[in-house]
């Protein structure tokens, strides 16, 4: 048994049930949490603070692709000669990078980009192509993302708008995804309730999610496994059969794969089965796994690159 899954295994289960209802909704009550689970709200709080000090979770917000004027979305590999290191860095500060990962295989890196228009796309990956070190990409373009936890699905809206009070909350928001309506308020000059309406409006236009984000740097609260999947016949049937194994990420895409997915788990037999289950479809003719070994880049939308009105 490896020391990451000996750490899992003596995790206090009802941490693993706290944040993973946290994960669907970073403002999630912890009230309501604790009465479905059967302990004190004071509990969940213990629990929630103690995965906060150790850096277990991060509560923010992610922006609505719409809002930032997002169009065009891609995953790619990268192969590399010479150490990860610097290349890491480079497409961490990157502002097109959403997600950065230590894979497993023979590329050992991997990215998300969220662009604009073209040719914006064409420029960021011809950016990383350059980067010291880096030999060779492969590139998929993501035709449409149909489930990703932690960030807004794009929509087409885009005759939503903000205003500077909405602006505000979204800032505030992305620095402490639970601030109190009374600090919303306090950022945005408005009343409380002025806030809590403000920011309900923005979740039911699905231009914001506050999640609680994992903390997947050293000691991942779950195990990931990417998945680019090829598949038989109608695309449809296969989606339906990804999507019941409840994937933290979905992509219909373009290019060696139909989809590309993310599975999650808390055990290695855990991410086994839930492969084996792929494999066993009739929908699906082939499939290649890398396992996340580390994440670190996971933000969908920074507050301070809204799309001006």
């Given at each position: 048994m490896t020391n990451l899954e000996a750490e899992m295994e003596h995790r206090d289960p009802l941490t693993t049930q706290v944040l993973a209802a946290l994960?669907?909704?970073?403002?999630?009550?912890?009230?309501r949490i604790a009465q479905s689970l059967g302990v004190t709200r004071r509990r969940i709080t213990q629990i929630v603070e103690r995965a906060v000090e150790r850096h277990e979770v991060v509560f923010t917000v992610s922006v609505s692709p719409d809002l930032l004027a997002l169009q065009r979305f891609a995953y790619t590999q990268l192969r590399l000669d010479g150490p990860v290191a610097p290349v890491r860095e480079a497409l961490i500060a990157m502002p097109e990078t959403t997600f950065v990962a230590d894979i497993s295989g023979?590329?050992?890196i991997d990215a998300e980009i969220r662009v604009g228009a073209d040719p914006h796309l064409r420029r960021t990956l011809d950016r990383i192509r350059c980067l010291p070190g880096v030999r060779d990409m492969q590139t998929h373009l993501y035709e449409s993302i149909e489930i990703n936890l932690y960030s807004p699905?794009?929509?087409?809206?885009?005759?939503?708008?903000?205003?500077?009070?909405?602006?505000?909350?979204v800032r505030r928001l992305q620095i402490d995804g639970r601030a109190s309506f009374l600090e919303l308020a306090e950022a945005a000059g408005i009343s409380p309730s002025g806030a809590r309406l403000r920011l309900n409006r923005l979740v039911r236009h699905d231009a914001v999610k506050v999640v609680g984000i994992p903390v997947r740097h050293d000691s991942p609260d779950l195990l990931t496994l990417g998945v680019g999947i090829r598949v038989r016949g109608e695309l449809a049937a296969a989606l339906e059969e990804v999507r019941r194994l409840s994937p933290e990420f979905l992509a219909i895409t373009i290019g060696e794969y139909e989809l590309i997915a993310t599975l999650s788990a808390q055990s290695v037999d855990g991410l086994l089965e839930l492969a084996d289950q792929l494999r066993a479809s009739s929908q699906?003719?082939?499939?290649r796994t890398w396992t996340n070994l580390r994440t670190v880049k996971e933000e969908y939308g920074r507050g301070d690159r809204l799309a001006d009105d």
């Open positions: 994960r669907e909704d970073g403002r999630a009550s912890y009230t023979e590329a050992p699905l794009r929509t087409g809206r885009t005759a939503f708008r903000l205003d500077a009070v909405d602006r505000a909350i699906i003719t082939g499939m």
